[in-house]
Structure formats: structure tokens, C-alpha cells
């Protein structure tokens, strides 16, 4: 089955600087790679994702990148903000009905 | 106008109790997920139901059941709880018709929390 490894598992940034989080997967049949944002107690919320057929993605001070012959994906965040802070996770997906595999998070501590 | 609905919110059980969580949605999508998330752990898929066709994931315990009546329901059925069992319980849906930019997404309910004592 599908493994996404995430890293860093902590990341600590200055107010106003960017933040970058990267995933691998293993499975070179997944097409589809969402990243969602997650606040203490509260359901995973989608903030971005990408498809496979697309390297670059970009939603105001979110993008994502995704190199597929590295099976690897990155989630860039610019002018970081206090509430910004919060656990990310990647995830990636088959086609189809399959569900999502979820890389292990990032604690984002966006520091004032 | 929520579209995926779980309940109970929280749920305390006892150890060995059978319990079941439930899960509702109004987007008439035709997939279903329950996934389980521990504390400080990411959400982890135990099974799918895409329209009647039940999908199990490989290491989901026997200990956990799942039933689809309808297109807008969803049951986990935890037959016999352990202590290991406590998590948030995320019920998720995804429809498959059509292609444009939703087309993968997955909806995610506001979770049950489960205690088992």
C-alpha cells in the first residue's frame, strides 16, 4: 500500500517569514495530493491540493509543488501569520474511490 | 446547511460495550470513508463505502463493523471497545461524478470523540 512520510514533524518560523513542509509517497499510482490544515479538536480542513497532471499550484499565500518522477510534494506557505499556526498534513490518492494515506503532520508554530 | 453530520459529537462507552457512531450527509455524494484519528496521530482510513460496495482496509480490526443503509447514512460499529479504541472517528464523503476541481475532494464531518472507560 501507499507510505507518505512528512517532514519536519515541528516547525517554528518568525512571523512574516515562509514555511516549507515536504512529503514523499511510494506508490507511483497516486494522482492526487491534498494538504489539509488541522486546530486542535476540530476536523481536517482541505486548503489546497494538486492533481497529478499538474506541478504547480498556487492559491494566494499557499502552493503546492509536486515533482512526480521524485514522488515527492511540498506545501509553501508566504507572509506566515499568527493564525497560521496549527498541524498540516499531506495525503496522497488513487483514482477512484480510494481513500486518503496521510503523512504523519507538521506542528507549524508561528512564533510573534 | 451542513452537509456531512456525525453524532454523537462525544461519546463516553465502557470498555467491552458495543457502540455505534453515526454519520449523515446531504451532498448525495456515493463514496463514504471512516477514518481514525489518535491523539497527536493522523487521521488513518479503516473503510469505504463506495454506493453498497463495502471496502476494508487490510489492518482494520475484526472489532470494527461498518453498515450503509442508505445513500445518506453511515454506521461504525465498534462491536467490543478497548482502551486502545479511544480516538476522534472522522466520517468523510467524496462523489465521483463529474470532473471539475471538487472532483477529489473529501468532505470531512466534525468528528465523534470517543472515550472508553
Known amino acids: 500500500g501507499e507510505n507518505v512520510e512528512q517532514h519536519p514533524s515541528t516547525l517554528s518560523v518568525q512571523e512574516g517569514d515562509s514555511a516549507v513542509i515536504k512529503c514523499t509517497y511510494s506508490?507511483?499510482?497516486?494522482?492526487?495530493f491534498p494538504w489539509y490544515k488541522q486546530e486542535l479538536g476540530k476536523r481536517p480542513q482541505l486548503i489546497i491540493d494538486?492533481?497529478?497532471?499538474?506541478g504547480e499550484k498556487k492559491d494566494q499565500r499557499i502552493a503546492v509543488t509536486l515533482n512526480k518522477t521524485a514522488k515527492h510534494f511540498s506545501l509553501h506557505i508566504t507572509e506566515t501569520q499568527p493564525e497560521d499556526s496549527a498541524v498540516y498534513f499531506c495525503?496522497?490518492?488513487?483514482?477512484?474511490?480510494?481513500?486518503?494515506?496521510f503523512g504523519k503532520g507538521t506542528h507549524l508554530i508561528i512564533q510573534p | 446547511d451542513a452537509m456531512v453530520i456525525q453524532n454523537p459529537r462525544y461519546q463516553v462507552t465502557q470498555f467491552g460495550k458495543p457502540v455505534t457512531l453515526s454519520c449523515s450527509q446531504t451532498?448525495?455524494?456515493?463514496?463514504m470513508y471512516w477514518y481514525q484519528q489518535k491523539s497527536s496521530q493522523a487521521p488513518k482510513l479503516l473503510f469505504h463505502?463506495?454506493?453498497?460496495?463495502?471496502?476494508n482496509e487490510a489492518d482494520t480490526p475484526d472489532n470494527f463493523q461498518s453498515r450503509r443503509p442508505n445513500t445518506s447514512f453511515c454506521f461504525l460499529d465498534i462491536r467490543s471497545p478497548g482502551l486502545g479504541d479511544a480516538a476522534m472517528y472522522l466520517c468523510?464523503?467524496?462523489?465521483?461524478?463529474?470532473?471539475?476541481?471538487?472532483?477529489?475532494?473529501?468532505?470531512f464531518g466534525p468528528g465523534t470523540r470517543l472515550t472508553v472507560l
Open positions: 468523510a464523503t467524496r462523489g465521483l461524478a463529474g470532473s471539475g476541481p471538487s472532483y477529489n475532494e473529501q468532505f
Open positions: 506508490d507511483s499510482a497516486s494522482n492526487y
Open positions: 494538486i492533481r497529478s497532471n499538474v
Open positions: 495525503a496522497a490518492s488513487q483514482g477512484g474511490a480510494d481513500g486518503l494515506t
Open positions: 451532498l448525495n455524494h456515493n463514496v
Open positions: 463505502y463506495y454506493d453498497k460496495d463495502f471496502n
